[in-house]
């Protein structure tokens, strides 16, 4: 089932967040990993230290696959 704009509104204000689902294919997903990396290489940024920051940068699903980021 697709949401519709109001459900992600309502979700934004009730949840602070909303999941678009497929809102971009897994090349551009890729691409934007690479970013991220790139950039925390070249900014020397590391992953936070606890819960609330995370402890790593990206999470790993149940298939051992990364999630988007």
Not at 18 to 34: H, K, P
Not at 40 to 68: M, V, Y
């Amino acid at each position: 089932m697709t949401d519709t704009i109001e459900q992600h509104i309502e979700n934004l204000d009730c949840e602070g967040y909303t999941i678009i689902v497929d809102a971009f294919d897994t090349a551009t997903a890729q691409s934007l990993r690479d970013d991220i990396v790139r950039l925390e290489h070249e900014l020397q940024i590391k992953p936070g230290t606890n819960g609330f920051e995370g402890h790593h940068r990206f999470h790993r699903g149940e298939r051992g696959d990364a999630d988007h980021p």
